[in-house]
């Protein structure tokens, strides 16, 4: 592997230099086109007057100028096989895939989750039975946060937001007659505790419905930024446990669930909580670097790990931005596999992505405009070459979608994919311009800020610093600014406001009575269980924490007889301490 003590940016530098691009252009025929260029904007401004040069104002954009009219002098040494390449080769500017859409039609994958795992398991059912391609489930925030239904905690909230999951048997009541030995699952667990958590709950569920491991296909998500950035719960363990976790998850789910994707990155989380889209894939990528020399520095090959890693965006409103950043970022991965990690096999190299359409860009004013945003979202995620896609529901400023508007996203990407022939050419907005020269200055960018995070100390030492807390202040704070001030605008909230009512929409009723009847399956729970096996399962994970094992097999073992969400964080917390992140202004 390449020398760690020099920073990503200086290896890619240092490798890059040797070789020898040949630009796609003429240098005869680019500085013609510079002199032209120069005397049309000279005429231009001369005549029409005004800015040559715009910084567009977008919800969580990155604010990178743009000139009027772009040309080939915007991106004069671009190389055809250095920089863009053919889709499915080197370096993957233009999709994994070598046709993309045509051999593979991007997954449909919605996020589902409410009440009780039966009611969740009936929505999951429904999304299956009207074409959609993948599951996704998202739970609530007791769950998430770690806190047993019957938590004091948790009041109020079990069941809303999300699925309430408590053990195993929850889990299972979820899948009930769901094929999952035959469809992708999203298990949006976000944290590393509770993806060992969780995760183990799934795999003991799938047991129990006589399947073994290595059927199973689909992701978790295990990113510490969201534990201890993001995280709104009230107890963190340590920045450096959560990251012992995260790389925990992945060694135990690549050793032992083959067609599991073992982190999906989440920059989606950490750009709708406030950063820019640059931000958000620095971010991830820097977690995803350190991941990696964590699991060689146990021992395992690059190439052999790196095939399972997944990422996650969000993608905005800022149109072709979005679409430049997916090219662009997975240009730079492909850069930092070859010459930083030294990967050898193509697959290693890919930068895979699951995207989601901005739900902080939804508004509440004339909710049915959110079709239109999701919509125009979704295509610049397709014209980016995603792999898989939820477009976030027009209701959802209120609450978990309806089935109605739940079936509307799905119809959304259905019709892209069946009736307007975009997927029927890779990467259709290649060579222009303007996105050429767009992904070259966000892979910059990116690439920029990835250093930062290095000098720093490396991920986990920004976070332990405060570091990406700040970050993520600052740009929340003017973000609210430019929205307060109609600077960044959304039609029929902050400008064009009608001045007659909206008719009302129907709003998501939730299923009455589910912290009761969680709370009674938990009591029932604790008094059949074997609790000798569950106070001596405890214990050995516990020790496996204070130790050095994996603490995967021992979580599972926990969810096989029985334990609660909540027992097993309790252990974390004992076995770890407490940590408040140091925010300073």
Not at 45 to 51: A, I, N, R, V
Not at 124 to 141: F, N, P, Q, R
Not at 163 to 181: H, K, R, Y
Not at 419 to 439: K, N, Q
Request: charged residues 25%; proline residues 5%; negative net charge.
């Amino acid at each position: 592997m390449a020398d760690i003590k020099k920073t990503t940016k200086e290896i890619l530098q240092q490798n890059l230099k040797n070789e020898k691009p040949q630009s796609l252009y003429n240098a005869e025929s680019v500085k013609k086109i510079k002199d032209d260029y120069g005397l049309f904007k000279e005429n231009y401004l001369e005549k029409k007057g005004g800015e040559w040069q715009s910084v567009p104002h977008t919800i969580l954009g990155s604010e990178i100028p743009r000139d009027m009219l772009y040309a080939p002098v915007h991106a004069p040494e671009l190389d055809y096989d250095f920089d863009l390449g053919y889709p499915g080769s080197e370096p993957f500017t233009r999709g994994i895939h070598p046709n993309m859409y045509r051999g593979k039609k991007f997954t449909i994958r919605q996020i589902n989750g409410y009440g009780g795992p039966e009611d969740t398991n009936q929505r999951l059912k429904y999304m299956l039975e009207h074409g959609a391609t993948g599951l996704s489930v998202i739970h609530d925030l007791p769950t998430t946060q770690m806190y047993d239904s019957d938590d004091p905690i948790s009041k109020g909230q079990v069941g809303m937001s999300g699925v309430a999951i408590d053990s195993a048997d929850d889990m299972e009541i979820l899948f009930d007659n769901v094929p999952i030995d035959k469809v992708t699952v999203s298990l949006v667990t976000h944290y590393p505790s509770n993806t060992a958590i969780l995760f183990p709950m799934y795999l003991a569920a799938a047991e129990r419905k006589g399947l073994s491991f290595d059927v199973l296909k689909g992701s978790v998500q295990n990113d510490i930024t969201l534990e201890e950035v993001v995280r709104s719960g009230p107890e963190s363990i340590p920045p450096r446990d959560c990251f012992r976790i995260q790389v925990d998850n992945i060694e135990f789910i690549k050793n032992n669930v083959p067609g599991f994707n073992f982190n999906t990155l989440n920059g989606y989380n950490l750009h709708e909580f406030g950063t820019s889209g640059v931000t958000e894939m620095a971010v991830a990528v820097a977690n995803a670097i350190e991941s990696l020399d964590e699991m060689v520095a146990r021992g395992y090959d690059v190439d052999w790990v790196a095939q399972r890693l997944a990422f996650f965006w969000s993608i905005s409103s800022d149109f072709f931005e979005e679409v430049s950043r997916i090219r662009a970022v997975r240009r730079l991965w492909y850069r930092i596999m070859k010459y930083r990690f030294g990967a050898k096999n193509p697959r290693a190299m890919w930068m895979r992505c699951h995207v989601q359409t901005s739900g902080i860009s939804l508004v509440r004013e004339e909710p049915l405009n959110n079709i239109v945003r999701a919509a125009i979202q979704s295509l610049s995620a397709v014209f980016g070459g995603v792999q898989s896609l939820h477009v976030d529901s027009y209701d959802e400023a209120y609450s978990v979608p309806t089935e109605q508007a739940a079936l509307i996203s799905l119809r959304t990407q259905q019709i892209i994919q069946e009736e307007t022939a975009i997927t029927d050419v890779v990467d259709p907005l290649g060579g222009s311009f303007y996105v050429e020269a767009l992904t070259n200055e966000i892979e910059k960018r990116i690439l920029d800020e990835v250093e930062e995070i290095e000098k720093v100390g490396g991920y986990v030492a920004a976070i332990e610093k405060g570091w990406i807390h700040n970050k993520v202040a600052a740009y929340f704070c003017r973000e609210k600014e430019l929205i307060d001030s109609g600077v960044i605008k959304f039609v029929g909230s902050n400008v064009y406001r009608s001045e007659t009512a909206a008719n009302p929409i129907e709003v998501f009723s939730y299923p009455e009575g589910v912290e009761e009847r969680q709370k009674a399956k938990i009591a029932s729970l604790k008094l059949s269980r074997d609790n000798e096996k569950v106070a001596s399962s405890l214990v050995a994970l516990e020790n496996a924490c204070r130790g050095k094992d994996n603490i995967v097999p021992f979580s599972l073992d926990c969810a096989r007889v029985g334990c609660t969400g909540g027992e097993i964080f309790k252990v974390f917390k004992k076995a770890f301490g407490l940590w408040k992140p140091p925010v300073f202004w």
